[in-house]
């Protein structure tokens, strides 16, 4: 369908489809959202999802990419680096480098690639001081992304994301809405067309948020998600270990996603009817 009967996607978290949550506990996420779309309902489209979270950039190009390049995909995603980057002292510019390495051999092979930047983290409290490095390794995945003719899906521009209603409490990930908004953008990208619009902003806030209630917030999520984190770096250890990806083979989707899919759409329909 659309000229894409395969799709592979390698990354961390984010396209594993953290903190979009299914009721057997496992994740839906944007990429998933996506395969759903560009199947167009047809049985022979198949789909593998090779993302874990934790997982940092020499793993992705070791476990993940020689898989991609192996399955030969209509489509390749990748999101890699964010993990890297964060971590105190980080080369940004080796970072940048190393994935180019990456991009260079699926294209080498003529694989299509889509690849995203990281998304403005300036209206997140206390994650904002990253904003910097996140800008300089975008400029790097821009001038990746022209050398090599892959395809770009800009976060950083896309304003919705820039609501902190779009972001989970761990401020690392996206809300299900968020997914679905990115999984559209992506689509957009790829000149597949959606019916959903999601430039839509989110309501008008009803709560302000004051200084005070910042601070609790601040500290609520240093002892919940930032302490761990660091304790994590100091052990070595990953949120992914012990895990697998959710789907490690391309193979057609199953009657789950389609399900999810048919729901959503009879939403959208029923929403529309209502307006």
């Given at each position: 369908m659309y000229g894409i009967d395969s799709y592979v996607a390698i990354g961390d978290s984010f396209t594993e489809g953290l903190n979009d949550g299914l009721p057997d506990g496992s994740f839906r996420g944007w990429a998933d959202r996506l395969a759903e779309v560009l199947s167009g309902g047809e049985p022979g489209f198949q789909y593998a999802n090779l993302a874990l979270r934790g997982k940092m950039l020499d793993e992705i190009m070791a476990e993940q990419l020689p898989i991609a390049l192996e399955l030969q995909p209509d489509l390749v995603t990748?999101?890699?680096?964010?993990?890297?980057?964060?971590?105190?002292?980080?080369?940004?510019?080796?970072?940048?480098?190393?994935?180019?390495?990456?991009?260079?051999?699926?294209?080498?092979?003529?694989?299509?690639?889509?690849?995203?930047?990281?998304?403005?983290?300036?209206?997140?409290?206390?994650?904002?001081?990253?904003?910097g490095k996140v800008g300089i390794y975008n400029t790097h995945l821009w001038a990746i992304a022209e050398r090599h003719g892959a395809k770009m899906v800009d976060l950083w521009t896309m304003a919705p994301l820039h609501d902190r209603r779009a972001w989970s409490d761990d401020r690392l990930h996206f809300t299900p809405d968020a997914h679905r908004r990115i999984a559209l953008l992506t689509a957009e990208v790829l000149g597949v067309p959606v019916e959903e619009n999601w430039?839509?902003?989110?309501?008008?806030?009803?709560?302000?948020?004051?200084?005070?209630?910042?601070?609790?917030?601040?500290?609520?999520?240093?002892?919940?998600?930032?302490?761990?984190?660091?304790?994590?770096?100091?052990?070595?250890?990953?949120?992914?270990?012990g895990l697998v990806p959710k789907r490690p083979q391309l193979s057609p989707l199953g009657q789950a996603e389609a399900a999810a899919l048919e729901l959503e759409v009879r939403n959208f329909q029923d929403n529309a009817t209502a307006s």
């Open positions: 990748v999101c890699a680096g964010g993990n890297d980057i964060i971590v105190p002292g980080a080369d940004v510019d080796a970072v940048a480098a190393h994935l180019e390495d990456g991009v260079a051999k699926l294209r080498a092979a003529g694989i299509p690639v889509v690849m995203f930047n990281g998304p403005d983290l300036k209206t997140l409290s206390v994650m904002s001081v990253l904003r430039r839509e902003p989110y309501p008008e806030g009803t709560e302000p948020l004051t200084w005070m209630s910042s601070r609790r917030s601040d500290l609520t999520w240093t002892k919940t998600h930032l302490l761990p984190w660091i304790r994590r770096q100091i052990r070595g250890e990953s949120m992914g270990d």
